[in-house]
Nanobody, 122 residues
């Protein structure tokens, strides 16, 4: 099992910044990702990172504004979010898998955190 605990969400004005953290523990994991889910919508891919190679991937909607990074020593993955927009408002979830590849789909991940709310006011 992998345990994931997110933190860092909150309320911010449009144009502002936040940094989310995801602390991972338990068995080894290969890839970690961030997803988000707005009310009444599906859970969407945001970004992913390979735990071993550091290879990253981003959804087009956040490319250039968000940065995913990791600290191996702290077993923590971060999501830096800049130039936030009201449409970024959602619950953000950290996810992990122990597979060879990172995915952009919910089904590609086996472990999930409880989520952290991000609200961007206009």
């Amino acid at each position: 099992q992998v345990q994931l605990v997110e933190s860092g969400g909150g309320l911010v004005q449009a144009g502002g910044s936040l940094r989310l953290s995801c602390a991972a523990s338990g068995r080894s994991r290969s890839n970690l990702a961030w997803f988000r889910q707005a009310p009444g919508k599906e859970r969407d891919f945001v970004a992913s990172i390979s735990w071993t190679t550091g290879t990253t991937d981003y959804a087009d909607s956040v490319k250039g504004r968000f940065t995913i990074s990791k600290d191996n020593a702290k077993n923590t993955v971060y999501l830096g979010m800049n130039s936030l927009k009201p449409e970024d408002t959602a619950v953000y979830y950290c996810a992990a898998n122990s597979r060879l590849l990172a995915f952009r789909t919910v089904a590609g991940y086996d472990y999930w955190g409880q989520g952290t709310q991000v609200t961007v006011s206009s």
